[in-house]
């Protein structure tokens, strides 16, 4: 970006919306140049739209009931993002695998946050994953989306302890910290020129801030 200007961003979120959340806190004091261009949502009753209109952020919501075809929705979400005037689209709990139809309009910047150190425990339940599988350090991954479920080049990764009396619920909020500290800082760096989505098969190289 040139110095100056903000990356405009879509969140694309199915859910409660803290990820966005600490996206738009980052961009509304500054401390990342981006702005959040809109929230898409594919449920009309996620939270993170209301967290959206409290904060004057468009709001937009694309149902896939509505779609005759995997195709034609995710060209009506991509449609949407782009109308709003985004440039990267981070998924911020967006419950759905988007197919390279969505990907390419972006160019490859797609990026997503798994609460898991990939590749180890991608999709659902990673937290769970992790504990039933006795590690002993579990973390966030924020990565580059491709066609695959959560196997896009890595940019950033955070860990933490896993604690002996851990529940399900105390090591995703140890986890949920840390992802609330990394997206923004993945998105700095892509702001900032200083990663960008590698050809396909190939590392994401990132240049320190
Ligand atoms: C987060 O744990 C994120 O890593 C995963 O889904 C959850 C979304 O939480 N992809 P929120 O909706 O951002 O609060």
Request: net charge neutral; charged share 25%.
């Given at each position: 970006m040139p110095p100056g200007e903000l990356l405009p961003l879509a969140a694309l979120a199915s859910g409660r919306g803290s990820n966005f959340q600490a996206l738009q806190d980052a961009c509304a004091r500054g401390a990342?140049?981006?702005?959040?261009?809109a929230v898409v949502s594919?449920?009309?009753?996620?939270p993170a739209l209301e967290r959206a209109r409290a904060q004057g952020v468009p709001a937009v919501v694309v149902e896939?009931?509505?779609?005759?075809s995997r195709a034609a929705f995710d060209t009506a979400l991509a449609d949407a993002a782009l109308a709003a005037g985004a440039r990267l689209v981070c998924l911020a709990g967006f419950m759905r695998v988007l197919s390279p139809v969505f990907l390419e309009r972006f160019g490859g910047m797609v990026i997503n946050i798994h609460?898991?150190?990939?590749?180890?425990?991608?999709?659902?339940?990673a937290q769970k994953q992790a504990l039933d599988y006795g590690v002993k350090v579990a973390g966030c991954t924020v990565h580059f989306v491709d066609?695959?479920?959560?196997?896009?080049?890595?940019i950033l990764q955070a860990c933490v302890p896993v604690e002996p009396d851990d529940t399900v619920e105390t090591l995703s909020a140890r986890i949920l910290e840390q992802e609330h500290r990394l997206y923004p800082k993945a998105v700095a760096l892509i702001a900032a020129g200083k990663v960008a989505p590698p050809a396909a098969g190939r590392v994401a190289r990132v240049t320190a801030l």
């Open positions: 990342i140049p981006a702005r959040v261009a594919d449920n009309p009753r996620a896939r009931k509505d779609y005759a609460p898991s150190l990939l590749p180890a425990f991608p999709g659902l339940d066609a695959g479920v959560d196997t896009g080049p890595i």
